[in-house]
């Protein structure tokens, strides 16, 4: 293998990309707003235009390796958005059986046919009753969060 066609397979050069490559990224920087693409798109630009590796991975303050992967992640398909982050999961939701029918069942019903002295459900007397009687342990700003997702608004009491 001669040294040229090893070093265009590791360091990526500017011959490697067209005049419509750098356009579409070009386009792609002024419409994104994702900063992580952004930089990525600066990056992969510059290489396009010629700059050193390393003074672009300087520039966009990226390891060399990272540019390197993301312009042949570039040069796969020609496609900017192949540079953008995969969709993360995020984190499991806490208690996923209590779903919004079981909290308007709940919150719809008398809390003195559950065996509670009071009239109205508040959120301490919920989470309560969601642990002893459901086996769901929420904090009570998880529980305040999940009824305002489930659309559940709380009213004061009027006081006269």
Known sequence: MDTDTHDR?????????????????????????????????????????????HAVAHRVQAGRVSLWRWVARYLARRNPQDLCDPPRPGPQPLAPALTREKLAA???????SHGYDTNGW???????????????ELSTRTLRRRLHVAGFRWKRALRL
Request: with cysteine; proline share 6%; glycine share 6%.
């Open 9 to 53: 397979r590791i360091c990526p050069r500017a011959a490697d990309f067209t005049r419509t490559d750098r356009r579409r990224l070009e386009q792609a920087l002024k419409q994104t707003r994702n900063v992580r693409l952004y930089r990525r798109l600066q990056g992969v630009l510059g290489v396009a235009e010629g700059a050193p590796v």
């Open 122 to 136: 508040t959120v301490p007397l919920l989470r309560a009753h969601l642990a002893a009687q459901e086996g769901v």
């Open 106 to 112: 709940l919150l719809t019903s008398d809390p003195q």
